[in-house]
């Protein structure tokens, strides 16, 4: 059973405008790009998502010995505002089965290609809280570097044409 209570903040200013921030969290393509790990050669990245209210998202590692999953469940999604989910990965899958933890996503325009970008990924256990917390400061960096040297990155739904 998760007894878990702590939550994770994280704060980022992207350079892109609210609308991209939020495909980012619903277009599997660009999940790919940022919110699944960087992998090896001879490892694969799958990417699902069915972006409506009650959808499912997966994330499917999948190398030589073994796959590893992150999965969940939108909750709420508010274009171009806000992302509601839930959230499992690798070994903790069958930790939080029964109470899976909750990412939310909340984008606030701070220009016209500028949005800050807040993480509130809650009912984390004590023991994944650093985990998480690294986890996230990495994808975000990528996420944040996806951006930066890319402004067509959002405008292709093929991530081979960016």
Do not use: K
Request: overall charge negative; some cysteine.
């Amino acid at each position: 059973m998760n007894t878990a209570t702590r939550s994770i903040s994280l704060l980022r200013t992207i350079d892109a405008p609210a609308g991209e921030v939020f495909a980012a969290w619903t277009d599997p393509a660009l999940m790919q790009r940022w919110l699944a790990p960087e992998v090896s050669a001879g490892t694969a990245v799958e990417v699902e998502a069915d972006a409506r209210v009650g959808g499912r998202y997966l994330i499917a590692v999948v190398g030589q010995r073994e796959v590893l999953y992150t999965a969940g469940e939108y909750r709420e999604l508010a274009p171009p505002e806000r992302v509601v989910m839930t959230w499992s990965s690798g070994e903790l899958l069958a930790r939080y089965r029964d109470n899976p933890t909750l990412v939310t996503a909340r984008m606030r325009p701070l220009g016209p290609a500028l949005t800050e970008l807040a993480i509130v990924h809650s009912r984390v256990a004590a023991e994944d809280e650093t985990g998480l917390r690294e986890g996230w400061a990495t994808c975000l960096d990528r996420l944040q570097a996806l951006h930066a040297g890319n402004a067509r990155v959002f405008r292709s739904q093929d991530p081979c044409d960016a």
